[in-house]
C-alpha cells in the first residue's frame, strides 16, 4: 500500500469515533495525556520505521499470568460475559455458586476476589528457571477491572478493591529482580461490547424479564458494599446494544467494530487511551501485547498509533533508542514493520522475514478447574514441539500458565513448568539467542498442507502431529541445531537438508554432536546427513538437538 492510500485509509476510520450515535453519552470528558515526543507520529508510515530490538529476538521464550477476577470462579475463560447469557454453563455455574446475575453480578464477583496466597517473586523464580526470558502480567482484561493503580479508572482497579494490591507492580519487581524482560497486556477496549449481554434479563423461569445488573447506576448502591461507585464506569453499558444476526449484524466483523458493532464513544476512547498511557508511564514495561485487531479500538479511533507513538518515543528519551516491544493480531505487511505479529493460539507455516511471537496457554486463558480435574493440560512435550517449530520460524514462544484465584498455580502445572525448565537447561543452546536457519525444517509435518489461521490464529493442534521424522533447524555463531521431534527406533537419524552438495550447506560437516551429550559418527551422503545416536536415550528424548558444525 502506498504512503497517500495508508495516510487516506487513516483519515477515513477515525472519524467513525466522532460520528458514534450515542457519543459522550456516558463518560466524562477526559483530556488526553500528552504523547512524548520523539521521532515516531501516530502514522503508519512512521511507526513502519520501527526496528525489533535484538534482546526480544534473543529471548524467544516468555511466561505470562493471565490473572485477574475472572480466574477467581476458577471456571475458564470469558466468565464475566458468559455469566449473563441465560442456558450457558457458566451462567448455570454462576447461579448455582452465587445467585442470580440481576442480585449478584460480576462486579460482586471482583469483590470475592483476594489473591490471598499470592507471591509473584516465587512464580516468576520459577518461570526463570523454565528458561523463560521476559514475563508478562495481566493488566486489564475484557472484564474493564484495572490490575493496578489505576488514575483513571480510581473505582475499579487491584488497589481499591478486590486484593488491595498494586499486582502489575508485584509482578514487575519481580520480574525485575530476576532479570527477566517485563511486559504487559491491555484488553479492556472491548468491554464495551463485550459485557452488553450484561443488560439483559432472563427470557424463561422465575426471574425473566428481571434486568441483569449491567445498567445498574450509582443510585441503586445506596446501603450496599459498591455505594459510592459507579457501576458504569466498569461495565460501560448505557448504550444500545450491537445489532445481532437476525437485524443484520455480522458477529465476527464486530470485533474489530464493523457488522452492526456498537461504536464507543469518544469520552471511553480518550479515558482508555489515559489509562494506558498511566500504566506505561509508572510501570515501565518493555513489552505491550494488546488483545485487538491491530491496535486498540481500531479502525475507529486513533489511540492505538499514538500509544505506539508515545511507547518508541518514550523509549528513545529514557534508554536512548527504540528497547520496546508492542505487539498487535491481524496485520497487514505495514503494520507488521510497526509492530510485532502476535499470532494466538498457532502458528507461520514459514520462515516470516520479520520476528513474530505466538501466545498460547497450557490450558484455558482464564484458570479453569475442570482442566485440572480432567488431566488436560498441554504437556510439556506439546510445548517444547511448539516451542522449538515457532523459533525454526523466526518467532517467540508466549506462554500462559493459568493462576488460581488465589495467586497460586497447581501442582501440574508446576510439573510442566518444571519439565519445560530441564528440557531447556539440556537444549537450550539451540533455541536461545539463535536465528532462523536457510530452512525451517524437514519431514512428513512440513510436506503436509498447513492449517489454515482463523482470525488472529487459532491454527494450533490441526495440523499433523510431530514423530522422530521431522526435524526443525535453528543457526548458531558457529553451528546448526537439527532438532529431531521424537527419538528413533533405529539409533539412526537422517537429516536430508545436510546432504553432500545440497544447496543448504556450502561447506562439508566436520563434526556433530548431541546436546548434553558427546560426539557423534556420521556420514555425509548425497542422500543426507547420517548420525549415529548413543545407544542411552537422554532425558526428555521427546526432543533432541544435534549440533551440526
Same mark, same amino acid.
Given at each position: 500500500?502506498?504512503?497517500?492510500?495508508?495516510?487516506?485509509?487513516?483519515? *477515513?476510520?477515525?472519524?467513525?469515533?466522532?460520528?458514534?450515535?450515542?457519543?459522550?453519552?456516558?463518560?466524562?470528558?477526559?483530556?488526553?495525556?500528552?504523547?512524548?515526543?520523539?521521532?515516531?507520529?501516530?502514522?503508519?508510515?512512521?511507526?513502519?520505521?520501527?526496528?525489533?530490538?535484538?534482546?526480544?529476538?534473543?529471548?524467544?521464550?516468555?511466561?505470562?499470568?493471565?490473572?485477574?477476577?475472572? #480466574?477467581?470462579? $476458577?471456571?475458564?475463560?470469558?466468565?464475566?460475559?458468559?455469566?449473563?447469557?441465560?442456558?450457558?454453563?457458566?451462567?448455570?455455574?454462576?447461579?448455582?455458586?452465587? &445467585?442470580?446475575?440481576?442480585?449478584?453480578?460480576?462486579?460482586?464477583?471482583?469483590?470475592?476476589?483476594?489473591?490471598?496466597?499470592?507471591?509473584?517473586?516465587?512464580?516468576?523464580?520459577?518461570?526463570?528457571?523454565?528458561? *523463560?526470558?521476559?514475563?508478562?502480567? @495481566?493488566?486489564?482484561?475484557?472484564?474493564?477491572?484495572?490490575?493496578?493503580?489505576?488514575?483513571?479508572?480510581?473505582? /475499579? =482497579?487491584?488497589?481499591?478493591?478486590?486484593?488491595?494490591?498494586?499486582?502489575?507492580?508485584?509482578?514487575?519487581?519481580?520480574?525485575?529482580?530476576?532479570?527477566?524482560?517485563?511486559?504487559?497486556?491491555?484488553?479492556?477496549?472491548?468491554?464495551?461490547?463485550?459485557?452488553?449481554?450484561?443488560?439483559?434479563?432472563?427470557?424463561?423461569?422465575?426471574?425473566?424479564?428481571?434486568?441483569?445488573?449491567?445498567?445498574?447506576?450509582?443510585?441503586?448502591?445506596?446501603?450496599?458494599?459498591?455505594?459510592?461507585?459507579?457501576?458504569?464506569?466498569?461495565?460501560?453499558?448505557?448504550?444500545?446494544?450491537?445489532?445481532?444476526?437476525? $437485524?443484520?449484524?455480522?458477529?465476527?466483523?464486530?470485533?474489530? /467494530?464493523?457488522?452492526?458493532?456498537?461504536?464507543?464513544?469518544?469520552?471511553? *476512547?480518550?479515558? @482508555?487511551?489515559?489509562?494506558?498511557?498511566?500504566?506505561?508511564?509508572?510501570?515501565?514495561?518493555?513489552? +505491550?501485547?494488546?488483545?485487538?485487531?491491530?491496535?486498540?479500538?481500531?479502525?475507529?479511533?486513533?489511540?492505538?498509533?499514538?500509544?505506539?507513538?508515545?511507547?518508541?518515543?518514550?523509549? %528513545?528519551?529514557?534508554?536512548?533508542?527504540?528497547? %520496546?516491544?508492542?505487539?498487535?493480531?491481524?496485520?497487514?505487511?505495514?503494520?507488521?514493520?510497526?509492530?510485532?505479529?502476535?499470532?494466538?493460539?498457532?502458528?507461520?507455516?514459514?520462515?516470516?522475514? @520479520?520476528?513474530?511471537?505466538? #501466545?498460547? #496457554?497450557?490450558?484455558? /486463558?482464564?484458570?479453569?478447574?475442570? +482442566?485440572?480435574?480432567?488431566?488436560?493440560?498441554?504437556?510439556?512435550?506439546?510445548?517444547?514441539?511448539?516451542?522449538?517449530?515457532?523459533? !525454526?520460524?523466526?518467532? =517467540?514462544?508466549?506462554?500462559?500458565?493459568?493462576?488460581?484465584?488465589?495467586?497460586?498455580?497447581?501442582?501440574?502445572?508446576?510439573?510442566?513448568?518444571?519439565?519445560?525448565?530441564?528440557?531447556?537447561?539440556?537444549?537450550?543452546?539451540?533455541?536461545?539467542?539463535?536465528?532462523?536457519?536457510?530452512?525451517?525444517?524437514?519431514?512428513?509435518?512440513?510436506?503436509?498442507?498447513?492449517?489454515?489461521? !482463523?482470525?488472529? &490464529?487459532? =491454527? $494450533?493442534?490441526?495440523?499433523?502431529?510431530?514423530?522422530?521424522?521431522?526435524?526443525?533447524?535453528?543457526?548458531?555463531?558457529?553451528?546448526?541445531?537439527?532438532?529431531?521431534?521424537?527419538?528413533?527406533?533405529?539409533?539412526?537419524?537422517?537429516?536430508?537438508?545436510?546432504?553432500?552438495?545440497?544447496?543448504?550447506?556450502?561447506?562439508?560437516?566436520?563434526?556433530?554432536?548431541?546436546?548434553?551429550?558427546?560426539?557423534?559418527?556420521?556420514?555425509?551422503?548425497?542422500?543426507?546427513?547420517?548420525?549415529? @545416536?548413543?545407544?542411552?536415550?537422554?532425558?526428555?528424548?521427546?526432543?533432541?538437538?544435534?549440533?551440526?558444525?
Amino acid at each position: 500500500m502506498k504512503r497517500r492510500e495508508l495516510l487516506q485509509h487513516m483519515a *477515513a476510520a477515525i472519524p467513525a469515533l466522532a460520528m458514534s450515535p450515542y457519543a459522550h453519552a456516558a463518560h466524562p470528558a477526559a483530556q488526553r495525556i500528552p504523547m512524548a515526543a520523539g521521532p515516531f507520529e501516530p502514522a503508519w508510515p512512521s511507526l513502519s520505521t520501527y526496528r525489533t530490538p535484538d534482546w526480544f529476538r534473543n529471548a524467544k521464550f516468555g511466561i505470562w499470568a493471565h490473572w485477574g477476577p475472572q #480466574c477467581e470462579p $476458577e471456571f475458564g475463560d470469558w466468565y464475566g460475559r458468559l455469566m449473563y447469557e441465560e442456558g450457558s454453563e457458566v451462567y448455570r455455574h454462576h447461579v448455582a455458586t452465587y &445467585g442470580h446475575p440481576s442480585v449478584f453480578g460480576f462486579k460482586d464477583v471482583i469483590h470475592r476476589w483476594k489473591a490471598d496466597r499470592w507471591d509473584p517473586e516465587a512464580l516468576v523464580g520459577l518461570y526463570k528457571q523454565a528458561g *523463560a526470558k521476559y514475563f508478562f502480567a @495481566l493488566a486489564n482484561h475484557h472484564d474493564n477491572f484495572d490490575l493496578y493503580r489505576s488514575r483513571y479508572q480510581p473505582q /475499579w =482497579n487491584s488497589t481499591t478493591l478486590g486484593p488491595g494490591k498494586d499486582l502489575v507492580k508485584g509482578w514487575r519487581d519481580a520480574a525485575r529482580k530476576h532479570g527477566l524482560r517485563f511486559g504487559v497486556s491491555v484488553h479492556a477496549a472491548h468491554a464495551w461490547a463485550w459485557y452488553e449481554p450484561a443488560q439483559g434479563a432472563d427470557k424463561h423461569g422465575p426471574l425473566a424479564g428481571v434486568p441483569y445488573d449491567g445498567r445498574v447506576t450509582p443510585a441503586d448502591g445506596k446501603g450496599k458494599w459498591w455505594d459510592g461507585r459507579d457501576p458504569q464506569a466498569l461495565y460501560a453499558q448505557n448504550h444500545p446494544r450491537s445489532k445481532p444476526a437476525a $437485524e443484520g449484524g455480522v458477529e465476527d466483523q464486530q470485533w474489530q /467494530w464493523g457488522g452492526g458493532a456498537a461504536v464507543p464513544d469518544k469520552a471511553y *476512547a480518550d479515558k @482508555l487511551y489515559n489509562r494506558t498511557m498511566d500504566l506505561i508511564d509508572n510501570y515501565d514495561p518493555d513489552l +505491550v501485547y494488546y488483545d485487538d485487531t491491530v491496535l486498540p479500538l481500531w479502525p475507529v479511533s486513533d489511540i492505538g498509533p499514538r500509544l505506539v507513538a508515545h511507547m518508541y518515543n518514550r523509549s %528513545v528519551a529514557k534508554r536512548g533508542k527504540v528497547d %520496546v516491544v508492542v505487539t498487535g493480531k491481524i496485520l497487514d505487511e505495514v503494520q507488521r514493520r510497526s509492530l510485532v505479529w502476535d499470532i494466538e493460539r498457532g502458528q507461520s507455516s514459514r520462515i516470516e522475514p @520479520l520476528p513474530w511471537q505466538t #501466545c498460547t #496457554c497450557i490450558g484455558n /486463558w482464564h484458570y479453569d478447574r475442570r +482442566v485440572y480435574a480432567n488431566h488436560a493440560y498441554k504437556s510439556a512435550q506439546t510445548v517444547v514441539h511448539m516451542l522449538i517449530d515457532v523459533v !525454526s520460524k523466526n518467532g =517467540n514462544l508466549l506462554l500462559s500458565v493459568p493462576v488460581r484465584g488465589n495467586g497460586t498455580i497447581d501442582e501440574q502445572e508446576q510439573a510442566i513448568v518444571e519439565e519445560i525448565g530441564r528440557w531447556n537447561a539440556l537444549n537450550g543452546e539451540g533455541i536461545f539467542d539463535s536465528r532462523p536457519w536457510s530452512t525451517f525444517g524437514e519431514g512428513p509435518v512440513m510436506e503436509a498442507a498447513a492449517a489454515p489461521m !482463523s482470525g488472529p &490464529g487459532f =491454527n $494450533e493442534g490441526k495440523g499433523k502431529p510431530f514423530t522422530s521424522e521431522d526435524i526443525r533447524f535453528t543457526a548458531g555463531k558457529d553451528a546448526v541445531y537439527a532438532f529431531v521431534m521424537g527419538w528413533p527406533e533405529s539409533g539412526q537419524v537422517t537429516v536430508k537438508s545436510m546432504r553432500a552438495g545440497g544447496p543448504h550447506l556450502d561447506k562439508p560437516v566436520t563434526r556433530v554432536e548431541i546436546l548434553g551429550g558427546g560426539t557423534l559418527a556420521f556420514r555425509q551422503t548425497p542422500a543426507g546427513l547420517q548420525v549415529t @545416536l548413543p545407544r542411552e536415550r537422554p532425558a526428555l528424548a521427546y526432543a533432541f538437538a544435534l549440533k551440526v558444525v
